[in-house]
T-cell receptor, first 114, second 116 residues
């Protein structure tokens, strides 16, 4: 069964520091992978996704993620954190035959300090 | 273009009461979903509708029913609410061009439900 593991329920960084949020997946077939962001008291919105092609995917707000099949990873990075990046981040993988559905990780809350 | 809208935003129920959560999308999407979000558990799929006229169970369907009223609207009903159903509920929609795997899901703002 496909699943997603996000290491670290909370990650704290200083403003201007590198952001690294980890995501590992298990899938028996080439996966479709997603990162969503949730700001306080809001719904989720897509940051970026990997479907096929280039393994380095660029998203909104300066975030990017690299699909590494050998490591079954899809870690999210941003070179320089901004206060506005404080949010909860969810990694997700598409699963299933026929109609595919998303399975979400448990989320990582990013805290950014001045 | 409002995207995905949900009503109500907040609701408090007593154990055993029933209620329906409403969801509508104006993006002409084929597929719609209901999730619940609980602390430390991420989002879990309750029910989904791959296309108008179809509904299917997700990971945690017990205690819920759904209706795909038309292409725009997808409602979630709690027939007899229980404290374990205290959660934040999100509706989402996607275009679903192929099998749905690649499609972005668009989320509503959520409904915060408390069952006493």
């Amino acid at each position: 069964a496909q699943s997603v593991t996000q290491l670290g329920s909370h990650v704290s960084v200083s403003e201007g520091a590198l952001v690294l949020l980890r995501c590992n997946y298990s899938s028996s077939v080439p996966p479709y992978l997603f990162w969503y962001v949730q700001y306080p008291n809001q719904g989720l919105q897509l940051l970026l996704k990997y479907t096929t092609g280039a393994t380095l995917v660029k998203g909104i707000n300066g975030f990017e993620a690299e699909f590494k099949k050998s490591e079954t990873s899809f870690h999210l990075t941003k070179p320089s954190a901004h206060m506005s990046d404080a949010a909860e981040y969810f990694c997700a993988v598409s699963v299933g035959t026929g109609f595919q559905k998303l399975v979400f990780g448990t989320g990582t809350r990013l805290l950014v300090s001045p | 273009n409002a995207g995905v809208t949900q009503t109500p935003k907040f609701q408090v129920l007593k154990t055993g009461q029933s209620m329906t959560l409403q969801c509508a999308q104006d993006m002409n999407h084929n597929s719609m979903y209901w999730y619940r979000q609980d602390p430390g558990m991420g989002l879990r799929l309750i029910y989904y509708s791959a296309s108008e006229g179809t509904t299917d169970k997700g990971e945690v369907p017990n205690g819920y029913n759904v209706s795909r009223l038309n292409k725009r609207e997808f409602s979630l009903r709690l027939e007899s609410a229980a404290p374990s159903q205290t959660s934040v509920y999100f509706c989402a929609s996607s275009e679903t061009r192929l099998a749905g795997g690649q499609d972005t899901q668009y989320f509503g703002p959520g409904t915060r439900l408390t069952v006493l």
